[in-house]
């Protein structure tokens, strides 16, 4: 039987990506989303895949969720991708402790609630794969988002602790670092600003969802048991301090 993977925000954007990846490499995949219902029912005529409703910041709705995506489909997750985030940009002296608790609850609590909710799981078949999407403003920072760039940079930190802890158990756990991409979340950028944007890329340009789904999909390979504990920055040659 094919392997089961979670893609959690999976039904727009770099998560949509991924899941439509993965299920063309070859496995299971089951898509998490919380708000969006349209784009979740589009996505799941389009790709064919099921999608699955619970909010990643809420810690028993996760649990809830994983239990239902086995019951439903039959088996225990094996592959967990970590893509669901949200963005509330604002300078630090007026930034509200709102916009701040719902960017880390979002973006870095839910890998405490998924992972949690999958690791025994995978423990007791002796193999598992996670990948944590972080990103490149994780990794160098970025004005007006103190909030994002500390849950990112968490992100990595989080990748390493549970690969320590799951190596031996044939679990490993990565994170993939993108550069900025173009998706929904950059298209409300002003043109001038997103044009130097583009001027800071070596490549002189945006990537492209599908390029963080090959990443991805490299990390989850049944042939990628040795590599774990990594970030892997797919960010268009960006120098990182």
């Known amino acids: 039987m094919a392997r089961l993977a979670l893609v959690t925000g999976g039904t ?12 063309a490499d070859g496995l299971r995949v089951a898509v998490n989303y919380r708000g969006n219902e349209a784009a979740a029912q589009e996505f799941a005529r389009d790709s064919g895949l099921p999608v699955f409703r619970w909010d990643v910041a809420d810690h028993q709705s996760c649990i809830d969720g994983v239990r239902g995506v086995e019951r439903d489909l039959g088996q225990g997750i094996d592959v967990l991708v970590n ?9 630090l002296h007026r930034m509200s402790l709102q916009q701040w608790r719902d960017v880390l609850q979002d973006d870095l609590d839910a890998l405490f ?24 403003n994780g990794q160098k920072g970025q004005l007006g988002q103190t909030n994002y ?17 799951s ?3 044939g ?11 173009d998706t929904e979340m950059l298209a409300s950028i ?13 490549v002189g ?32 040659g960006q120098y990182l301090a």
């Open 113 to 136: 609630h998924m992972c949690g909710a999958v690791i025994e799981g995978m423990r007791g078949r002796g193999w598992g794969r996670i990948v944590n999407i972080s990103s490149i």
């Open 190 to 202: 002003d043109a001038a600003v997103l044009d130097a944007i583009k001027a800071q890329i070596p």
């Open 83 to 91: 893509n669901a985030g949200i963005t509330r940009d604002a300078m």
């Open 149 to 165: 760039a500390a849950a990112k940079a968490g992100v990595i930190g989080f990748t390493k602790a549970l690969a320590l802890e």
């Open 12 to 23: 727009r954007g770099i998560g949509a990506a991924i899941a439509r990846r993965l299920a």
């Open 167 to 169: 190596a031996r158990k």
């Open 205 to 236: 340009r945006l990537g492209r969802p599908e390029e963080i789904a090959h990443a991805v999909s490299f990390l989850v390979d049944e042939r990628a048991g040795f590599v774990t504990g990594a970030t892997l920055a797919v960010n268009g």
């Open 171 to 181: 679990i490993t756990v990565n994170a993939v670092a993108p550069g900025y991409t």
